[in-house]
């Protein structure tokens, strides 16, 4: 994808949703840090049902350690892998509170140490809780940006670094959001809905798909 179609994808992509924010349901830094940490190979959806009745009880780390391994598994049991979640999400607040004083921290180094936080995680806490311009790439950004041509790459990190090269700046802080949403409901796994694609002039992917009869 050229520098010009780029800037065009993104234009429209902005035009369409000028203020893109997560889908996670969260009220604090600490809540965002759980419900992403909770949310790997699991939907939005389920994750948000299960936190809005687990934050409500405990909403910060020492809350959290409170409850107990099978106190937090009663509220997370159906999301999928919560026996190895809750255990990484009891001892990222220890981790929290005898380290970071119960705050989450703002450096890659410090996040990426916390138990089931990997850069993905980090990119997202980075991005939405701090503003930094900062790209997680998941299953969607990885297809989006292999099909797409705006940056192809064989792994996720690849990918991310080349969307950091690659973005231009403007759009970088939003880029993450606008890039999820566009694989989660239009450009998806199996038959993109490219007849509803606002940005199919600017994709180089050479198959799209028609609209259905």
């Known amino acids: 994808m050229t520098p010009a179609?780029?800037?065009?994808?993104f234009a429209t992509l902005k035009a369409a949703n000028p203020q893109p924010v997560t889908?996670?349901?969260?009220?604090?830094?600490?809540?965002?840090?759980?419900?992403?940490?909770?949310?790997?190979?699991?939907?939005?959806?389920?994750v948000n049902k299960a936190t809005r009745k687990l934050f409500a009880v405990a909403n910060t780390p020492q809350k959290m350690l409170?409850?107990?391994?099978?106190?937090?598994?009663?509220?997370?049991k159906t999301i999928g892998l919560y026996h190895s979640k809750a255990r990484h999400l009891l001892q990222t607040c220890q981790i929290l509170i005898e380290q970071h004083g119960g705050q989450v921290p703002r450096s890659r180094e410090a996040l990426q140490a916390l138990p089931g936080v990997g850069r993905k995680t980090a990119n997202v806490i980075l991005n939405v809780a701090f503003g930094e311009p900062t790209v997680a790439v998941d299953t969607h950004i990885f297809r989006l940006g292999n099909r797409t041509g705006l940056a192809p790459g064989k792994t996720p990190l690849e990918v991310e670094q080349s969307l950091l090269k690659s973005v231009p700046p403007a759009y970088l802080v939003d880029a993450h959001h606008w890039l999820i949403l566009h694989g989660r409901y239009v450009c998806l796994a199996r038959q993109p809905k490219c007849w509803q694609c606002g940005v199919r002039c600017y994709c180089d992917h050479p198959d799209k798909t028609p609209a259905p009869a």
Do not use: P
């Not at 009220?27 to 939907?43: D, H, K, P, R, Y």
């Open 23 to 46: 889908e996670l349901e969260y009220g604090s830094v600490f809540e965002l840090l759980a419900a992403v940490l909770l949310s790997a190979q699991a939907t939005d959806v389920s």
């Open 66 to 76: 409170a409850l107990g391994l099978d106190g937090l598994e009663a509220y997370i």
């Open 5 to 9: 179609a780029i800037e065009g994808f």
